[in-house]
């Protein structure tokens, strides 16, 4: 079997290879760690959010904009997944849709004053 420096160890020393990278905002380097975690275990919340912050970060806008869809489908009130859904949609001039978006998150949040 031939691994890379990205893929290699247990899936929790990928997530805090992926996480140092994150950190070190080499976000190119910790979304390639993350893309194999998150194919590996899909039903984790944390790595495909990590993933869609990464995607983000390194404006690859529309693969973060897949992570979220895809974290919102399984979990509709993880309020952090809509907020950056949200702010991914902005930046892509997608006001319209984004404002749907943020004012779940702002309500999921209970931050009524927001709203």
């Not at 990928?14 to 760690?33: Q, S, T």
């Not at 944390?46 to 897949?66: F, K, N, V």
């Not at 943020?102 to 999921?108: D, M, S, T």
């Amino acid at each position: 079997m031939n691994t890379t420096y990205y893929d290699h160890g247990t899936p929790a020393e990928r997530w805090e290879r992926a996480r140092l990278f994150f950190d070190a905002k080499d976000y190119a380097a910790a979304a390639r760690v993350l893309r194999a975690l998150v194919d590996e275990v899909p039903e984790q919340t944390g790595p495909r959010l990590l993933l869609a912050r990464s995607y983000y970060h390194s404006a690859q806008l529309r693969s973060a904009e897949a992570e979220l869809r895809a974290v919102v489908e399984s979990d509709p009130v993880e309020h952090y997944a809509r907020l950056m859904l949200g702010r991914t949609l902005q930046r892509q001039g997608r006001h319209e849709e984004a404002e749907t978006h943020l004012r779940v998150a702002v309500a999921l949040a209970g931050d009524f004053d927001r709203l």
